[in-house]
């Protein structure tokens, strides 16, 4: 029984180390199709398959990424991820190209989103715990909210550089890199609440208003942190992305000056608040590229994209 089952392991991995080997299949049924897709899986590929007949369904449900390629059966389709509509297979690449666009799109925003719930929420509740202080005030979180929503639809456009292997989600470094921003995000704002009260003598109003500026500015500047995991200069933002973001934060700065719902600040303070905050921008950015290359998982192979038909 031994030898016997050491046979089957012995016959499974001649099967899996010819298909990984060959460069294509015919005269092949149904059941081998699905049954290719199932071992390129088990060992750990992204599969593609195309596919148009009724017989291709079940592989094309099976694989990672069915295509339905144009004038496939309506069974093909239903069992298919993307469905083509014009004939030829090159549009699959810019397909995959531009889903791998958007997945990046996804990823700085969830590092973005992430830094800044966790920014928000642990110097609120540091503040009123320690120093029985509210350093913000509600209607400037409400228009924090509205200014930061306004910025952030431009994510979607944003110029972004595709990775050639596949990728997935890796939440290990999603959440490391958003927390390592939120806390430092946290230490800065401390250090303008102290240099406010203790250096300064502003009154409470003041600085309400000053913190108020900043954790504007200093998250709308986040945004150009999370957007690259190399230094924030080595992807050129969309024209859009900035316009959005200075827009946004040139209301706000007024909104401060002004003191539209809040204490005015006046031009001075804000110009602080701005030259305190780039500091940081500065300071943020050589400290997530610290944390990716700890967080970072090294690739000990290329994965493949596997497509059959």
């Known amino acids: ?29 149904p059941e081998h199709k699905f049954h290719i897709v199932d071992v390129l899986q088990k060992q750990n590929h992204i599969v593609g398959m195309t596919g148009d007949g009724v017989n291709d369904a079940p592989a094309l449900k099976k694989a990672d990424c069915g295509i339905a390629v144009s004038g496939a059966t309506d069974a093909a389709r239903a069992a298919a991820s993307i469905v083509l509509t014009t004939p030829g297979l090159s549009v699959i690449i810019d397909a995959i190209k531009e889903s791998r666009r958007i997945f990046q799109r996804m990823n700085s925003y ?19 715990l320690v120093f029985n202080f509210y350093p913000v005030t509600a209607v400037m ?20 550089q595709y990775r050639n292997q596949p990728e997935a ?22 250090g303008l609440f102290y240099l406010g009260e203790r250096v300064f003598h502003l009154d409470r109003d003041h600085i309400q208003t000053l913190m108020y500026l900043k954790l504007s500015v200093a998250g709308h ?40 719902f809040m204490t005015p600040l006046g031009w001075g303070w804000a110009m602080f608040v701005w030259g ?13 590229l610290l944390a990716y290359r700890l967080l970072m ?13």
């Open 1 to 29: 029984a031994s030898s016997l089952g050491d046979s089957k392991q012995q016959e499974t991995a001649a099967v899996m180390q010819s298909i990984e080997q060959a460069d294509g299949f015919a005269q092949v049924f």
């Open 110 to 128: 969830a590092i973005y989103r992430i830094a800044e719930t966790l920014r928000v929420l642990l110097l609120m509740t540091l503040a009123i």
């Open 141 to 160: 979180i409400v228009i924090l909210a509205l200014l930061n929503d306004g910025a952030i639809l431009s994510i979607a456009y944003d110029n972004v």
């Open 169 to 190: 989600w890796d939440m290990r470094l999603v959440l490391g890199i958003s927390t390592v921003l939120g806390v430092i995000g946290v230490v800065s704002a401390f």
């Open 221 to 260: 500047l986040t945004i150009f942190l999370t957007r690259t995991r190399g230094p924030f200069w080595s992807i050129r933002p969309a024209r859009i992305l900035l316009m959005a973001v200075f827009g946004t934060q040139a209301i706000a700065t007024v909104i401060a000056v002004y003191g539209v």
């Open 276 to 288: 305190y905050a780039l500091a940081w921008f500065i300071v943020n950015d050589c400290v997530k």
């Open 297 to 309: 998982p090294r690739r000990s192979s290329q994965t493949n994209s596997i497509r059959t038909a």
